[in-house]
């Protein structure tokens, strides 16, 4: 990189991979870089959420010998010969290990290796997209280097941690400045700004006085004030670098904030804002775009959407022959003839899976405690319809479902008796994948507003450790790291325990756990269309992410990747232009 660079974007990153869909599009950092680079900014991008990366650092005889070891983990707990099992977990124990500290060794020096590129570079602003866990921990870590060997240079923090956890990511004062909220345009003034500073100093004390006296600056439907409506602002376009190595989907917003916004434990609740569908035309520029780069798999990225904005594109989609694929999140609601009908058109323009959150099968609980604002048979009537409405289209519709649990419950009702109702609401609904979550409390949700009430008790320290704490329902509660916090009396180990009871109960089923809803419609379109191909997948994707290896992984994604450029090309040739040829090796 020789030219001037006005801001450096890096995406964070963990040691290990948590689900196959974490090497996607990097469509935010894709829209900032376009953004910007209009308005007259020059931006590079950094991002090493690939599908070979994740092997980076550890010799390839660590990665075989911990795949093996898993392998055989793996098979002995299916066969439940459960006196093999610790001893094949303690002879893992050393190799995960190494693993990890290889691992490590290699982010630390990628970290050194972005540092030393700001400082020789002389950019004057990074900015650090930051998720939750280790992914925070190499956001912190990056920050502080480059604060240390580039003292002049600015780091901003955004994202789905910021977004989150809010003000708790400047308390520590790693990050200079952090966005909450869409950054595109806040990131516009910040250069700008940038550009007619003398200093960093000055520059900062322009900030506090012109946009923000804390160093949280919260824009959009972040901001702590209602907005009317959202701004779309543009349409993302990849480079060959963005697509190389990576799974080959793009992910959408076809909307903002939630026709709900009252439940209890979302943290979306934080976005003041009514919900705001974005103009479809907007949306047929943006799937063009992404057909001309040789990508037709989609995910809807609003937390809900409704069924009036999902007939509306599926309108567009027919009204002019495109041809995609796509997933969307869907709210339960009252079933009618006209939901019915949208949902066979939104179908046959390509919808291939949903995914719903559901939270218990309790009335009472859902209620009470979770002020979800549907009740069970909303659920079963939703689900029964879209199954009803993929047979009436002729093309598969694939349902997740997902749950929280254990979960506070309210005066009268067992914790037992809500286990019970949820497994009653699988067997009515017999959904195509379940991920059940447990119980979680995050700023600004009436949750952790009142914990107490709720039977939540999280000592002072809870929310800081939260953030850099490495979530993975795929180890045994024993493993998992100590935290300050219980519900009803049950600590994490205690409440991690009964989180598996309920999935063993649910894998029991026939069931598998944990797909998410873009893999659903994904897995479907290379040929994986059966629940036993489903749990075949769930299980080599297991072994990849435990073993952190991308053995099964790279074979999934030529797969989809293959898939997503021909049925770009089936599209219209004004719209299936040709597309760049993703190059090898690239960051």
């Given at each position: 990189?020789?030219?001037?660079?006005?801001?450096?974007?890096?995406?964070?990153?963990?040691?290990?991979?948590?689900?196959?869909?974490?090497?996607?599009?990097?469509?935010?950092?894709?829209?900032?870089?376009?953004?910007?680079?209009?308005?007259?900014?020059?931006?590079?991008?950094?991002?090493?959420?690939?599908?070979?990366?994740?092997?980076?650092?550890?010799?390839?005889?660590?990665?075989?010998?911990?795949?093996?070891?898993?392998?055989?983990?793996?098979?002995?707990?299916?066969?439940?010969?459960?006196?093999?099992?610790?001893?094949?977990?303690?002879?893992?124990?050393?190799?995960?290990?190494?693993?990890?500290?290889?691992?490590?060794?290699?982010?630390?020096?990628?970290?050194?290796?972005?540092?030393?590129?700001?400082?020789?570079?002389?950019?004057?602003?990074?900015?650090?997209?930051?998720?939750?866990?280790?992914?925070?921990?190499?956001?912190?870590?990056?920050?502080?280097?480059?604060?240390?060997?580039?003292?002049?240079?600015?780091?901003?923090?955004?994202?789905?941690?910021?977004?989150?956890?809010?003000?708790?990511?400047?308390?520590?004062?790693?990050?200079?400045?952090?966005?909450?909220?869409?950054?595109?345009?806040?990131?516009?003034?910040?250069?700008?700004l940038r550009w007619t500073a003398a200093n960093k100093e000055e520059f900062l004390r322009l900030v506090r006085h012109n946009i923000s006296p804390a160093p949280l600056i919260r824009v959009g439907q972040y901001s702590g004030k209602s907005v009317p409506t959202a701004t779309f602002n543009s349409i993302p376009r990849y480079t060959p670098a963005e697509l190389t190595d990576k799974m080959l989907f793009h992910t959408l917003v076809?909307?903002?904030?939630?026709?709900?916004?009252?439940?209890?434990?979302?943290?979306?609740?934080?976005?003041?804002?009514?919900?705001?569908?974005?103009?479809?035309?907007?949306?047929?520029?943006?799937?063009?775009?992404?057909?001309?780069?040789?990508?037709?798999?989609?995910?809807?990225?609003?937390?809900?959407?409704?069924?009036?904005?999902?007939?509306?594109?599926?309108?567009?989609?027919?009204?002019?022959?495109?041809?995609?694929?796509?997933?969307?999140?869907?709210?339960?609601?009252?079933?009618?003839?006209?939901?019915?009908?949208?949902?066979?058109?939104?179908?046959?323009?390509?919808?291939?899976?949903?995914?719903?959150?559901?939270?218990?099968?309790?009335?009472?609980?859902?209620?009470?405690?979770?002020?979800?604002?549907?009740?069970?048979?909303?659920?079963?009537?939703?689900?029964?319809?879209?199954?009803?409405?993929?047979?009436?289209?002729?093309?598969?519709?694939?349902?997740?479902?997902?749950?929280?649990?254990?979960?506070?419950?309210?005066?009268?009702?067992?914790?037992?008796?809500?286990?019970?109702?949820?497994?009653?609401?699988?067997?009515?609904?017999?959904?195509?994948?379940?991920?059940?979550?447990?119980?979680?409390?995050?700023?600004?949700?009436?949750?952790?507003?009142?914990?107490?009430?709720?039977?939540?008790?999280?000592?002072?320290?809870?929310?800081?450790?939260?953030?850099?704490?490495?979530?993975?329902?795929?180890?045994?509660?024993?493993?998992?790291?100590?935290l300050d916090y219980m519900l009803n009396g049950q600590d994490v180990p205690r409440l991690l325990r009964e989180n598996g009871r309920l999935r063993q109960a649910i894998q029991a089923m026939g069931i598998p756990i944990g797909v998410s809803d873009e893999l659903l419609m994904m897995t479907e379109a290379i040929g994986y269309r059966s629940k036993l191909d489903l749990l075949q997948f769930q299980k080599n994707s297991l072994i990849?992410?435990?073993?952190?290896?991308?053995?099964?992984?790279?074979?999934?994604?030529?797969?989809?990747?293959?898939?997503?450029?021909?049925?770009?090309?089936?599209?219209?040739?004004?719209?299936?232009?040709?597309?760049?040829?993703?190059?090898?090796?690239?960051?």
């Open positions: 990189m020789n030219k001037r660079i006005d801001l450096l974007l890096v995406n964070s990153f963990a040691p290990r991979n948590r689900i196959a869909s974490d090497t996607a599009l990097e469509n935010s950092l894709a829209l900032l870089r376009t953004y910007l680079e209009k308005k007259g900014f020059a931006v590079a991008v950094i991002d090493e959420q690939r599908v070979g990366a994740i092997e980076k650092g550890v010799p390839r005889w660590v990665n075989r010998l911990l795949r093996r070891l898993v392998e055989w983990q793996i098979k002995v707990y299916a066969r439940q010969k459960k006196l093999l099992l610790l001893p094949l977990m303690l002879a893992a124990w050393p190799v995960q290990a190494a693993g990890l500290y290889f691992r490590r060794r290699y982010m630390e020096e990628l970290a050194d290796t972005i540092v030393k590129l700001v400082k020789e570079g002389n950019i004057p602003v990074v900015g650090i997209k930051s998720w939750y866990g280790d992914s925070y921990k190499w956001s912190a870590m990056l920050a502080a280097k480059v604060r240390q060997a580039a003292p002049e240079t600015v780091v901003v923090v955004g994202g789905p941690q910021v977004n989150v956890y809010g003000e708790y990511v400047t308390r520590n004062r790693h990050f200079d400045l952090a966005i909450m909220g869409p950054g595109e345009q806040m990131l516009e003034k910040l250069l700008r076809d909307g903002v904030g939630c026709t709900w916004n009252k439940c209890n434990f979302c943290s979306h609740t934080r976005q003041q804002i009514p919900y705001t569908p974005r103009p479809v035309e907007q949306i047929k520029g943006e799937i063009v775009t992404m057909i001309q780069q040789g990508i037709a798999f989609f995910r809807f990225s609003s937390s809900e959407t409704p069924v009036y904005q999902g007939k509306a594109i599926a309108q567009m989609l027919l009204a002019n022959n495109i041809n995609i694929r796509y997933s969307m999140f869907v709210r339960a609601g009252k079933v009618t003839d006209q939901t019915y009908q949208a949902y066979c058109q939104m179908i046959r323009a390509g919808l291939r899976a949903v995914f719903m959150g559901g939270e218990t099968g309790h009335d009472a609980v859902n209620a009470a405690i979770m002020n979800k604002g549907v009740t069970r048979q909303d659920i079963i009537d939703t689900i029964h319809c879209l199954k009803l409405a993929a047979a009436e289209a002729g093309a598969p519709c694939r349902i997740g479902l997902a749950l929280i649990y254990p979960c506070p419950v309210p005066p009268g009702v067992s914790l037992e008796s809500v286990f019970e109702a949820n497994l009653r609401l699988i067997e009515d609904t017999l959904p195509d994948t379940v991920i059940v979550n447990p119980p979680g409390i995050f700023p600004g949700t009436i949750w952790f507003e009142q914990a107490d009430s709720f039977g939540f008790k999280a000592g002072a320290g809870f929310t800081p450790e939260l953030m850099e704490y490495e979530y993975s329902i795929h180890k045994p509660a024993e493993f998992w790291p100590k990849d992410i435990m073993s952190g290896s991308s053995q099964y992984l790279r074979t999934v994604v030529d797969q989809i990747n293959a898939s997503s450029q021909a049925l770009a090309a089936t599209n219209s040739p004004h719209f299936a232009a040709d597309f760049p040829v993703p190059r090898k090796n690239a960051i």
